[in-house]
């Protein structure tokens, strides 16, 4: 069966780079994703999968059905893409100004649909059901999986398990990496306005200043993670956004923070951010001045079933040999993927993209960023395989 996966993924390789190349020309943000769904929905019907059908306006599930009943096992791909201006210069470039794939979801969704033409190919050769899930939104809270779960993804029958696939430029092509356990950060943005009394900047005295308020809850919010979060539970808070309408000799009337905060443990996420508004109104208050403190709850941590991701290991070693697969560290990124890790046992794992030749190394999320299209024929291949493999036990 393996040898007969990777043959059909070598088959499929030059239609999964048609599609990712289609995609990356077309890119559509979170929750836009019209035209993204309407093309990939066409490629699905080509396949008469057993079910096709929308979740929500832009998500699509294709069930494909083996030869006997069994077990359920989804897999799932992203699609949006992020307000980013491209600056490559290959031939197949961003057409839409200021909307780029920097994240690989053209790659996801492209090596989906070729692992459902596999799938498909081989439904005679294995029993149960797999769930080719193509969902929108993974870059916007509150992300595209809640809309998924709430459209029944889970349900009728649970499936056995979820499974999902990143590239990654830090891997070289043909390696992947995975982690058992706690993986990925969650995520909540943190917007505080500090309030005061404007003034003249040589006399401070007539004012209330929020630029002092901003700056000394800047260096005192660090403490939060520093001293109030052990120091074995990985944590984040970082402001990255800085708005005071002030001059050189004018202090402003107000001063507006935009921040993250990331960690691992969702009971400390909740005292986090309770004692970063608490720190926030305290400080102001102090100092003569007022605050408004808004949260927006972002993605719980990523969870990877321990029983899941031990078997996905072996699955992976035996398609790519075991020095290839590469132990991952924490990684304070988000990713919604983590609301089906709440649910059911599921695991993420990343695939290598950076090419043998070093080429494809900018970042995720950069203007840059690429990948070598040679692995999308490895991931196609194994999105299958780890389905069967996983749908035999």
């Known amino acids: 069966m393996q040898e007969k996966i990777k043959e059909l993924a070598a088959k499929y390789w030059p239609s999964c780079v048609d599609v990712r190349r289609y995609l990356?020309?077309?890119?559509?943000?979170?929750?836009q994703e019209k035209n993204t769904s309407a093309y990939l929905e066409r490629e699905l019907k080509r396949l008469s999968p057993d079910q096709l059908q929308r979740i929500d306006d832009n998500g699509l599930l294709a069930t494909i059905r083996g030869n006997a009943p069994g077990k359920t096992l989804v897999l799932r791909a992203d699609m949006d893409a992020l307000p980013i201006v491209e600056t490559n210069t290959h031939d197949f470039v961003s057409k839409k100004p200021g909307?780029?794939?920097a994240c690989g979801h053209d790659a996801h969704s492209a090596m989906l649909l070729t692992a459902a033409k596999i799938l498909n190919e081989t439904k005679m050769d294995w029993s149960g059901e797999v769930r080719l899930l193509f969902q929108p939104a993974e870059e916007k809270i509150?992300?595209?999986?809640?809309?998924?779960?709430?459209g029944g993804v889970l349900r009728e029958p649970v499936p056995a398990g979820v499974v999902g696939q990143h590239v990654m430029p830090a891997l070289k092509s043909?390696?992947?990496?995975?982690?058992?356990?706690?993986f990925m950060a969650s995520s909540d943005e943190i917007f505080i306005t500090f309030k005061g009394k404007g003034g003249h900047g040589a006399m401070p005295e007539n004012c209330i200043d929020p630029v002092l308020m901003a700056g000394n809850f800047l260096l005192a919010v660090q403490q939060i993670v520093s001293r109030r979060s052990s120091p074995k539970m990985p944590s984040v808070v970082s402001f990255g956004k800085i708005v005071g309408m002030g001059a050189t000799n004018v202090i402003p009337d107000e001063v507006s923070l935009e921040g993250t905060l990331r960690t691992l443990d969702e009971d400390w996420r909740e005292e986090a951010l309770r004692l970063i508004e608490k720190m926030a109104n305290n400080l102001a208050e102090s100092m003569g001045g007022t605050c408004e403190v808004t949260i927006n709850h972002g993605y719980p941590h990523l969870y990877n079933d321990p029983a899941l991701a031990s078997r996905l290991k072996s699955h992976l070693e035996e398609y790519v040999s075991a020095e290839n697969v590469i132990e991952q560290d924490i990684w304070m990124a988000a990713e919604d993927f983590a609301y089906y890790s709440q649910q059911v046992p599921s695991c993420f794992y990343l695939l290598g993209t950076q090419g043998t030749n070093g080429?494809?190394?900018?970042?995720l999320h950069t203007p840059t960023?690429?990948?070598?299209?040679?692995a999308m024929e490895l991931g196609s291949g194994l999105m299958a395989f780890l389905a069967i493999k996983e749908l035999e036990g």
């Open 99 to 101: 909307v780029m794939h």
């Open 174 to 182: 043909g390696q992947v990496g995975i982690r058992a356990g706690k």
């Open 142 to 150: 509150p992300g595209g999986a809640t809309l998924m779960i709430a």
């Open 369 to 374: 960023f690429d990948i070598d299209e040679k």
């Open 359 to 363: 080429l494809y190394q900018s970042g």
């Open 24 to 31: 990356h020309q077309h890119p559509e943000l979170s929750f």
